[in-house]
């Protein structure tokens, strides 16, 4: 066949043989873009101080670690729109590029790959636009060849019948490979689609098949740990093309539990979860509100020991502080918060792997005093999250993710925490309803919600912006939700709303319908229970 | 007012099969429940027969593995969620005849785990919408009674918040996508009283932003497929009252390409088939003149889930 089909698919080979060439050279890329044609010219005369600019955010630190480095500030309008696939640099441009003229210019000095479809240094990688569909037909006729071939050697191998293995023999002799016997054939195909696979996700992050075929033989190629350290670094690649893709995220955890059913050392793993933890920190500044990222983080949390749940607290404090519209690292905290409530029931700490001797789990304890709430009470750690995002509240008007997080912050409290941690506090009359004679003695009550509802009120009262029209309605609606988890049967298994007393609901039908008038067939469900 | 424009979106849709750019190669992975996308939006715009459901039954049948999973193109692994997809296609061409149900059914089975959870594949990742493909899968095939369903509804239950909704595992952030599969599949299995359907109706109400469109989580811009995952969760729980139907209805509408056909997900933006069937599924459930009636737990037209259970022949 000749013609253009055939120069693109000769072309595509090269792109694929460059690839592995690239890696090679340089095994701890961290960090890939797929760029347009004039940028890709401009990153190879701008040189080194090219990662400076798009569609790289990072720098790598010399020391290269597990992770892609921190961002920088400066180029996050751009990190902002490259947060889908189809970036303005992206994929959607090829239709416009295909008629470019294409040249096969080699790098003189260094890794002879074709300039006009890569770049690479300082650890980051520039994927042509143009070159994107060539390289990813390639990769996939060759995975899906080499797959088929792969196939056949393990079944052949599976039966071990003398007669699968002869005739395979006789098929590799009638192609010339009368020297190479059916294992270093497999150690080559498996080679090879390594390669081909990595191609295929770095072009197409959501590729299972691809990932799938990497999760069979990465097992059989893990003997040192390295390798999938190095599994670890090219999701990472991926992900800071792909930031939401699902596959890769999910691809992490599966490398993550390898390492742990191999009985990688805990202080390693604290290292690796860690590093993970940090990631997601970094793919979220570039990303905000990623859930796949953020679930993520979630699932590393229940591997993670009961002191480094307390450490995350605190880290993410100052972070979701400068992010408070950010749900996801509310949501994170609430996630930490919960776990070491959990932690604290009698029974769990002492079960951590992690605290093996008595002076270790003290060691753990101290550190966590440190590092936390400088207090052991669960009632110390509770007070100071909601003095934080009070405080947080009347700063940053109409921010739903902190008047949801308070919501939260004073369902558990009243719900979950308040009677194990001040029993006698809570007298219950015989039907079971908790009455509020503990306001004295408690900080967070329906009296002081109602009241911090109030002073919210009236302090944007004269404010006539949207974000202030947002605040009244999040704190009108914050009022009904303590009316209405506030008056709870506590002695019901399994919680439902109730609505409020019948002598206070046509105040805050008042209130609700003046603040925030566009839900009112929600609040009359609410409070009429139709 | 603006219009629908249905001959306009069922041109757009007949015309993917077509298309060979490079976003559509890069889609592949992903063809089968594509196909049940525009497949479905074509049934609910009254044009499934047009389209040539021989054919498609047949390509259907070779993505499908020995292990009974079908994969999501030719060639492609088999996961749990093209096998719904699969199943959903079938059932729309009532076709389900063709295929093996207890061979499926024993590969879906194979992916619960002992928490009652399901796994997507045989590499273990988790999410509550697993345990939606594998009930409404099973459901359709008459198969439910293969799986532990005592242990999906506590799993299910176990993934609820303290704000009603639902999240991907238990403890996971809530999201309406999340919320559909977890109420879809309690409905299903007949368990929605795991559901407080108030706490949930506020946190799905609170979805609606001021101009009308629904978003999936708070602090998220409003999107068209939404109205899809959070108002079929309202009429689920019998809460859709409590939004503003008119509003919705004209932000959906707003999405529209009025010259090529297709929806997007915000208007202006570009169209594609997911978010085209996500708004003409919003727009039957709004009850739209000129639509079918689509069913909020199953997501396919309501003749079709009275054929497979009733024998019914629309």
Same mark, same amino acid.
């Given at each position: 066949?000749?013609?253009?089909?055939?120069?693109?698919?000769?072309?595509?080979?090269?792109?694929?043989?460059?690839?592995?060439?690239?890696?090679?050279?340089?095994?701890?890329?961290?960090?890939?873009?797929?760029?347009?044609?004039?940028?890709?010219?401009?990153?190879?005369?701008?040189?080194?101080?090219?990662?400076?600019?798009?569609?790289?955010?990072?720098?790598?630190?010399?020391?290269?670690?597990?992770?892609?480095?921190?961002?920088?500030?400066?180029?996050?309008?751009?990190?902002?729109?490259?947060?889908?696939?189809?970036?303005?640099?992206?994929?959607?441009?090829?239709?416009?590029?295909?008629?470019?003229?294409?040249?096969?210019?080699?790098?003189?000095?260094?890794?002879?790959?074709?300039?006009?479809?890569?770049?690479?240094?300082?650890?980051?990688?520039?994927?042509?636009?143009?070159?994107?569909?060539?390289?990813?037909?390639?990769?996939?006729?060759?995975?899906?060849?080499?797959?088929?071939?792969?196939?056949?050697?393990?079944?052949?191998?599976?039966?071990?019948?003398?007669?699968?293995?002869?005739?395979?023999?006789?098929?590799?002799?009638?192609?010339?490979?009368?020297?190479?016997?059916?294992?270093?054939?497999?150690?080559?195909?498996?080679?090879?689609?390594?390669?081909?696979?990595?191609?295929?996700?770095?072009?197409?992050?959501?590729?299972?098949?691809?990932?799938?075929?990497?999760?069979?033989?990465?097992?059989?190629?893990?003997?040192?740990?390295?390798?999938?350290?190095?599994?670890?670094?090219?999701?990472?690649?991926?992900?800071?093309?792909?930031?939401?893709?699902?596959?890769?995220?999910?691809?992490?955890?599966?490398?993550?539990?390898?390492?742990?059913?191999?009985?990688?050392?805990?202080?390693?793993?604290?290292?690796?979860?860690?590093?993970?933890?940090?990631?997601?920190?970094?793919?979220?500044?570039?990303?905000?509100?990623?859930?796949?990222?953020?679930?993520?983080?979630?699932?590393?949390?229940?591997?993670?020991?009961?002191?480094?749940?307390?450490?995350?607290?605190?880290?993410?404090?100052?972070?979701?502080?400068?992010?408070?519209?950010?749900?996801?690292?509310?949501?994170?905290?609430?996630?930490?918060?919960?776990?070491?409530?959990?932690?604290?029931?009698?029974?769990?700490?002492?079960?951590?792997?992690?605290?093996?001797?008595?002076?270790?789990?003290?060691?753990?304890?101290?550190?966590?005093?440190?590092?936390?709430?400088?207090?052991?009470?669960?009632?110390?750690?509770?007070?100071?999250?909601?003095?934080?995002?009070?405080?947080?509240?009347?700063?940053?008007?109409?921010?739903?993710?902190?008047?949801?997080?308070?919501?939260?912050?004073?369902?558990?409290?009243?719900?979950?925490?308040?009677?194990?941690?001040?029993?006698?506090?809570?007298?219950?009359?015989?039907?079971?309803?908790?009455?509020?004679?503990?306001?004295?003695?408690?900080?967070?009550?329906?009296?002081?919600?109602?009241?911090?509802?109030?002073?919210?009120?009236?302090?944007?009262?004269?404010?006539?912006?949207?974000?202030?029209?947002?605040?009244?309605?999040?704190?009108?609606?914050?009022?009904?939700?303590?009316?209405?988890?506030?008056?709870?049967?506590?002695?019901?298994?399994?919680?439902?709303?109730?609505?409020?007393?019948?002598?206070?609901?046509?105040?805050?039908?008042?209130?609700?319908?003046?603040?925030?008038?566009?839900?009112?067939?929600?609040?009359?469900?609410?409070?009429?229970?139709? | 007012?603006?219009?629908?424009?249905?001959?306009?979106?069922?041109?757009?849709?007949?015309?993917?099969?077509?298309?060979?750019?490079?976003?559509?190669?890069?889609?592949?992975?992903?063809?089968?429940?594509?196909?049940?996308?525009?497949?479905?939006?074509?049934?609910?715009?009254?044009?499934?027969?047009?389209?040539?459901?021989?054919?498609?039954?047949?390509?259907?049948?070779?993505?499908?593995?020995?292990?009974?999973?079908?994969?999501?193109?030719?060639?492609?692994?088999?996961?749990?969620?093209?096998?719904?997809?699969?199943?959903?296609?079938?059932?729309?061409?009532?076709?389900?005849?063709?295929?093996?149900?207890?061979?499926?059914?024993?590969?879906?089975?194979?992916?619960?785990?002992?928490?009652?959870?399901?796994?997507?594949?045989?590499?273990?990742?988790?999410?509550?919408?697993?345990?939606?493909?594998?009930?409404?899968?099973?459901?359709?095939?008459?198969? /439910?009674? %293969? #799986?532990?369903?005592?242990? =999906?509804?506590?799993?299910? !239950?176990?993934? $609820?918040? *303290?704000? +009603?909704?639902?999240?991907?595992?238990?403890?996971?952030?809530?999201?309406?996508?999340?919320?559909?599969?977890?109420?879809?599949?309690?409905?299903?299995?007949?368990?929605?009283?795991?559901?407080?359907?108030?706490?949930?109706?506020?946190?799905?109400?609170?979805?609606?932003?001021?101009?009308?469109?629904?978003?999936?989580?708070?602090?998220?811009?409003?999107?068209?497929?939404?109205?899809?995952?959070?108002?079929?969760?309202?009429?689920?729980?019998?809460?859709?009252?409590?939004?503003?139907?008119?509003?919705?209805?004209?932000?959906?509408?707003?999405?529209?390409?009025?010259?090529?056909?297709?929806?997007?997900?915000?208007?202006?933006?570009?169209?594609?088939?997911?978010?085209?069937?996500?708004?003409?599924?919003?727009?039957?459930?709004?009850?739209?003149?000129? /639509?079918? %009636? #689509?069913?909020?737990?199953? =997501?396919?037209?309501?003749? !079709?889930?009275? $054929?497979? *259970?009733? +024998?019914?022949?629309?």
């Amino acid at each position: 066949m000749d013609g253009p089909e055939e120069d693109n698919t000769t072309r595509g080979r090269v792109l694929l043989a460059d690839l592995d060439l690239i890696f090679l050279n340089d095994p701890l890329i961290d960090e890939l873009g797929f760029v347009h044609p004039s940028q890709l010219l401009s990153l190879h005369s701008d040189g080194a101080a090219a990662t400076s600019k798009p569609p790289f955010v990072g720098r790598t630190p010399k020391s290269s670690s597990l992770t892609s480095g921190s961002s920088n500030p400066e180029d996050e309008p751009y990190a902002h729109a490259d947060c889908s696939r189809k970036s303005e640099h992206g994929v959607d441009l090829i239709e416009n590029l295909e008629d470019l003229p294409i040249d096969e210019g080699l790098v003189q000095n260094g890794v002879p790959y074709d300039r006009m479809a890569f770049w690479s240094g300082e650890h980051k990688l520039a994927i042509s636009a143009v070159a994107l569909a060539p390289l990813y037909k390639s990769a996939k006729e060759a995975f899906t060849f080499s797959s088929a071939e792969y196939k056949k050697l393990c079944q052949a191998e599976e039966t071990a019948s003398s007669a699968a293995s002869q005739a395979l023999e006789a098929d590799m002799k009638h192609h010339g490979n009368g020297t190479v016997s059916p294992n270093q054939k497999k150690s080559a195909l498996e080679d090879s689609l390594m390669s081909y696979s990595r191609a295929l996700v770095l072009v197409n992050c959501d590729h299972a098949t691809a990932w799938n075929m990497r999760k069979r033989l990465l097992p059989k190629r893990a003997a040192d740990g390295d390798v999938l350290v190095a599994e670890l670094r090219l999701a990472g690649v991926v992900l800071s093309c792909a930031p939401k893709s699902e596959e890769t995220w999910a691809h992490r955890r599966w490398v993550i539990c390898q390492m742990i059913n191999n009985g990688v050392p805990r202080m390693k793993l604290d290292l690796i979860l860690e590093s993970e933890s940090k990631l997601v920190e970094a793919v979220a500044e570039r990303c905000p509100m990623n859930y796949r990222g953020w679930r993520h983080r979630g699932w590393l949390v229940t591997q993670m020991s009961f002191v480094q749940v307390a450490i995350e607290l605190y880290r993410t404090k100052l972070w979701a502080s400068l992010h408070v519209a950010d749900n996801c690292c509310f949501h994170y905290r609430r996630t930490l918060l919960l776990q070491l409530l959990k932690s604290q029931v009698p029974g769990i700490v002492e079960s951590r792997e992690l605290a093996a001797t008595a002076e270790e789990k003290e060691l753990n304890m101290r550190v966590l005093k440190v590092a936390l709430f400088d207090g052991s009470e669960t009632r110390a750690l509770w007070k100071e999250e909601v003095d934080w995002t009070k405080h947080l509240i009347t700063r940053y008007l109409g921010r739903e993710a902190l008047w949801l997080h308070l919501r939260f912050l004073f369902y558990y409290w009243r719900l979950h925490i308040r009677r194990t941690v001040s029993p006698a506090r809570a007298k219950e009359d015989p039907d079971g309803v908790q009455h509020e004679c503990d306001s004295k003695h408690t900080f967070i009550s329906m009296d002081s919600e109602q009241q911090f509802v109030s002073i919210c009120l009236s302090a944007c009262a004269s404010n006539l912006t949207e974000d202030a029209n947002k605040q009244r309605e999040f704190a009108a609606s914050y009022k009904l939700w303590v009316l209405m988890n506030g008056f709870q049967q506590q002695k019901q298994e399994s919680r439902r709303l109730s609505a409020p007393p019948v002598d206070k609901r046509d105040s805050i039908r008042m209130l609700l319908n003046d603040m925030a008038p566009h839900r009112s067939k929600l609040w009359e469900g609410l409070l009429t229970g139709s | 007012m603006t219009t629908f424009q249905l001959e306009k979106h069922v041109n757009y849709v007949k015309s993917l099969d077509k298309k060979s750019d490079f976003d559509s190669v890069v889609m592949e992975h992903l063809r089968m429940s594509g196909a049940y996308w525009g497949l479905t939006a074509l049934d609910l715009m009254h044009s499934l027969n047009d389209m040539d459901g021989e054919e498609i039954a047949a390509w259907i049948l070779k993505c499908q593995h020995d292990c009974g999973g079908f994969g999501g193109n030719i060639g492609h692994d088999p996961h749990i969620l093209y096998t719904l997809s699969a199943v959903q296609i079938l059932a729309l061409f009532d076709k389900l005849s063709v295929v093996d149900a207890d061979k499926i059914a024993k590969y879906i089975s194979g992916l619960q785990r002992e928490d009652g959870s399901f796994a997507g594949d045989e590499w273990g990742e988790i999410d509550t919408r697993f345990t939606y493909t594998a009930v409404s899968c099973l459901s359709l095939l008459k198969r /439910l009674d %293969s #799986i532990n369903v005592e242990k =999906a509804t506590d799993f299910l !239950v176990r993934c $609820r918040n *303290f704000d +009603g909704g639902f999240g991907c595992t238990p403890g996971a952030e809530s999201h309406a996508g999340q919320i559909f599969c977890c109420v879809g599949a309690l409905a299903i299995l007949g368990a929605l009283h795991h559901v407080d359907r108030d706490l949930l109706g506020w946190w799905l109400c609170e979805r609606q932003v001021k101009a009308g469109g629904l978003n999936g989580r708070p602090e998220k811009l409003p999107d068209v497929c939404y109205s899809w995952w959070v108002l079929s969760s309202l009429i689920i729980i019998d809460r859709a009252h409590w939004i503003s139907k008119e509003k919705l209805r004209d932000f959906i509408l707003n999405c529209q390409d009025q010259d090529r056909g297709g929806i997007s997900d915000a208007p202006d933006d570009a169209v594609d088939v997911f978010h085209t069937f996500f708004g003409v599924g919003g727009l039957s459930l709004l009850e739209y003149p000129g /639509l079918k %009636s #689509i069913d909020p737990a199953y =997501a396919l037209p309501v003749d !079709v889930i009275d $054929r497979v *259970f009733y +024998g019914q022949k629309s």
